[in-house]
């Protein structure tokens, strides 16, 4: 995929054309970068256009400036789409991923064909106590990371992915995470709970893997019971990066909701 980056923005995208009418976004994890989804694009390049991105601090989007911010990447994400002339996109998210795609929905929902968030939770009406809870896990650790970031994504991979293949992949994308761009992480706050939840225009798809902690079953059965006309999947034999550790069976769900998304746009 040819990298790009906008003369305003710190944010590095990549974009497939490959001449088909819908697109794709898809938005990673925290630590690692674009390439987690690298099973998915070889699967889905000749089937749909692609847009990837490296979110702030991650991959190649470093160079920023004085007040750039991860709650900024929603309006960043619609003028990559106004540049690439994109009236409307399917778009995909995993854990952190899932957290931006939402906000992103909230900001511009015109703008989105399907949305499919996967080891995340519903940000407009998220649990204070669970929230609490992980933000407790999360200042834990990434006190190892300010120790040793080799030290933190030893134990960061074996949350972020069950199978020792998805592991090890994890594993070499987190120890190229800057200590400096934890920083970027500080304003996700401003997007929880600050949208009041509204009836959407497009389908939404959650989930995660059944080895996924404890708090991510409950946040995806809480999101189920808000939004009851949402599709649930959980991945069996995969953890919290379930296109990772389940790639041929993730492809094979996404392309079926994509391909519904596009039939019922379509009536």
Known sequence: MKS???????ITYYVSKTGHSEWLLFLHAAFVNHTMFKTQYAYFQSKYNILAIDLIGHGQSTHTQKGDRIDLMSKWIFDILNAESIEKIHIVGVSLGAVLAQDFA??????VHSLACFGGYDI???DRNLQKNNGMKQMRMMLKAFFSI???AKD????????????????????QFSKKSFRYLATLNRMVNKYEGKKRNYPLMIGCGQHDI???LAAIKQWKINE???????????????????????????E???????????L
């Open 4 to 10: 790009m980056q906008l003369s305003h923005s710190p």
């Open 106 to 111: 909230n900001h511009y929902p015109n703008s």
């Open 124 to 126: 407009n009406h998220f």
């Open 150 to 152: 080799k030290w933190f």
């Open 156 to 175: 960061n991979k074996k949350i972020s992915a069950y199978t020792i293949q998805a592991q090890e992949e994890f594993f070499a994308m987190n120890i």
């Open 214 to 216: 404890p708090m991510e």
């Open 228 to 254: 009851p006309t949402c599709r649930v999947v959980i991945f069996e034999h995969a953890g919290h990066c379930v296109n990772m550790d389940v790639p041929q069976e993730f492809n094979k769900i996404m």
């Open 256 to 266: 079926e909701f994509w391909t519904n998304a596009s039939y019922q746009a379509n």
